[in-house]
């Protein structure tokens, strides 16, 4: 089956700095996406989804970016703090089913 | 965590016994669905549920079953645990498609 995948497995940003996290897909069918962060221990917690209509959402710090025509993701964190250190899953829902990628580590440099 | 609680959190067991966890909502969404979490692959659907007694197979099936009796409740049976089965197990629930998953704490299981 086709697969979410990450461009970068790791990234470090200084506090205060703007943080993107980029994702590419390779299923068309994809109609539906969401970034989900998940903290050690936990469970992975929702944070913006958009659907395949849009090419733009913003939620408080927080904007996705869909571009459909290279099949690519992105979320960008505004003004990053500690508490963002966490890993970024994006994932792309097809036929009831949402596909997961392998995530990426963001470090916070205070 | 959206009103979803996982049971055990952790547990310890060896290869060839059975094994079940339960996951719990107080939400009334519809569908429920449980992952395993592996270094190196991320999430992987394990089953999912879009209704009572509804279920179906997701990417990594084999070796699992689940039941779903009432709305809040989804069990995911493990017949005879293997040690390929030591992992983190995910429990997600969705009021439908595209529509945001929120997930459970998680369970921890190792299979000695």
């Known amino acids: 089956g086709e697969s979410v995948g990450l461009h970068l497995p790791t990234l470090s940003v200084q506090e205060g700095d703007n943080s993107i996290i980029n994702c590419a897909y390779s299923?068309?069918?994809?109609?539906?996406f969401i970034w989900y962060k998940q903290e050690s221990g936990k469970g992975p917690q929702f944070i913006i989804d958009?659907?395949?209509?849009?090419d733009k959402r913003q939620g408080q710090r927080v904007t996705v970016l869909l571009n459909k025509t290279v099949k690519h993701l992105s979320l960008q964190i505004a003004a990053t703090q500690p508490g963002d250190s966490a890993v970024y899953f994006c994932?792309?829902?097809?036929?009831?089913?949402?596909?997961f990628g392998t995530g990426t580590r963001l470090t916070i440099i205070p | 965590d959206a009103g979803i609680t996982q049971s055990p959190r952790h547990k310890v067991t060896e290869t060839g016994t059975p094994v079940t966890l339960r996951c719990h909502q107080t939400?009334?969404?519809?569908?429920m669905y449980w992952y395993r979490q592996d270094p190196g692959h991320g999430l992987r659907l394990i089953h999912y549920?879009?209704?009572?007694?509804?279920?179906d197979k997701g990417e990594v099936s084999d070796g699992y079953s689940v039941s779903r009796s009432k709305t809040e409740d989804f069990l995911l049976t493990l017949e005879s645990a293997t040690s390929s089965q030591t992992s983190v197990y995910f429990c997600?629930?969705?009021?439908?498609?595209?529509?945001?998953?929120?997930f459970g704490p998680g369970t921890r299981l190792t299979v000695l």
């Open positions: 549920s879009y209704g009572v007694k509804d279920t």
């Open positions: 958009i659907r395949s209509n849009m």
């Open positions: 997600a629930i969705s009021e439908g498609t595209n529509n945001e998953q929120f």
């Open positions: 299923n068309s069918a994809s109609d539906y």
């Open positions: 939400e009334n969404h519809r569908y």
């Open positions: 994932a792309e829902e097809v036929n009831e089913k949402l596909t």
